[in-house]
């Protein structure tokens, strides 16, 4: 899995920690200071289908997060990790491409409309009921 076996991997704005135990488990601390996560560690499964890489794994929040892309059960609204996934696609490509989605929600492309909603017409509002859910269930 990438070579990486136990140590923190940076990215302009998230540190992973991967943990390979008994499954994978990724956690993402927040370290952006213009970020409504900034602060926050957020708690991750990936899960590996059998026929994996051909399929994406399934990645999940286990940590809750106030998010347009992100569901109550912690389902991510990623393009590639459902039809543009490629065999050639890396976990650190993946957990990357989770932290961009952190930074620059889609909105346009939503699993809760009403998060995207707000995310589009008051986006204080949105930084402001973020910053809540994170030092709620993040910190």
Known sequence: LDGVHNKPALCNQC????????SLFVELSFQKNDSP????VFFL?????TDYPFKPPKVAF???????????NGSICLDILRSQWS???TISK????ICSLLCDPNP???????IARIYKTDRDKYNRISREWTQKYAM
């Open 15 to 22: 540190v992973f920690l991967l943990d390979f135990e008994t």
């Open 37 to 40: 996560y900034q602060g926050g």
């Open 45 to 49: 499964t990936i899960h590996f289908p």
């Open 62 to 72: 286990t940590t809750r997060i106030y998010h347009p892309n992100i569901n109550s």
């Open 87 to 89: 065999p050639a696609l």
């Open 94 to 97: 993946v957990l990357l491409s």
């Open 108 to 114: 346009d492309d939503p699993l809760v409309p009403e």
